[in-house]
């Protein structure tokens, strides 16, 4: 149902349908440089999505996502070096994963993307979403992309938690996203100063 799928001893995220016809979405200054990457945990490597992969990253792609056929351009859309994953050694699956991409799936935004952040809910709270998400925040800049941009949802609070540390900030291109970005801050414990 909804695309989103649970694996036996991998639970999916819960489905929520969105109450607003607008994406959020965020920005990154390209004069803030790149972020130090977290150590990868022991037990799991960082590396690039390989040919091989397909099978796993569906597995884990429709653990948090309802978006079906979307990979393809995806994969036509990630910059060299790009996509990472997080394999868990023990499983062998993949557990974390986000994508630095060319261009962009939003009109107000020209650069590079940052894309499908997730973390197999199994594997939550060891880091794994803040480092690939990391990885990715420093290919955009070594790629020179200038204010690179991504999407999200309000109830994807903690991607944007990570997002914030990082240094992603939020694009308000239609008047109720203040008031949507306040309650997402609150709900994090932030103050949201709108920029």
């Known amino acids: 149902m909804y695309g989103i799928r649970a694996l036996p001893g991998r639970p999916a995220y819960s489905f929520v349908e969105q109450k607003y016809s607008s994406q959020l979405e965020m ?7 790149p972020v130090e990457l977290p150590p990868v945990p022991a037990g799991y490597g960082l590396r690039q999505f390989r040919k091989g992969d397909e099978g796993p990253y569906d597995d884990l792609f429709h653990l948090a996502f309802a978006d079906d ?6 994969l036509g859309r990630t910059l060299e070096g790009g996509f ?3 394999e868990h050694f023990a499983s062998h699956n993949l557990v974390a994963s986000c994508v630095a991409m ?5 009109p107000r935004h020209q650069t590079g993307q ?19 998400a990391a990885a990715v925040t420093n290919r ?12 999200t949802e309000d109830f994807r609070t903690p991607a944007m938690a990570i997002y914030i540390h990082l240094g992603w900030r939020p694009y308000l291109y239609r008047e109720e996203m203040e008031a949507r970005w306040q309650n997402i801050y609150q ?5 949201f100063v709108a920029r």
């Open 140 to 151: 955009l800049v070594a790629e020179g992309c200038d204010r690179p941009f991504l999407g």
């Open 187 to 191: 709900s994090l414990g932030l103050e």
């Open 114 to 132: 940052l894309g499908w952040l997730m973390t197999d809910p199994s594997h939550t709270r060891r880091g794994l979403g803040t480092l690939v």
């Open 102 to 106: 060319r261009g962009s799936s939003s």
């Open 27 to 33: 920005v990154r200054p390209s004069s803030l440089g």
């Open 84 to 86: 990472f994953v997080i």
């Open 69 to 74: 056929g979307r990979f393809p351009e995806t």
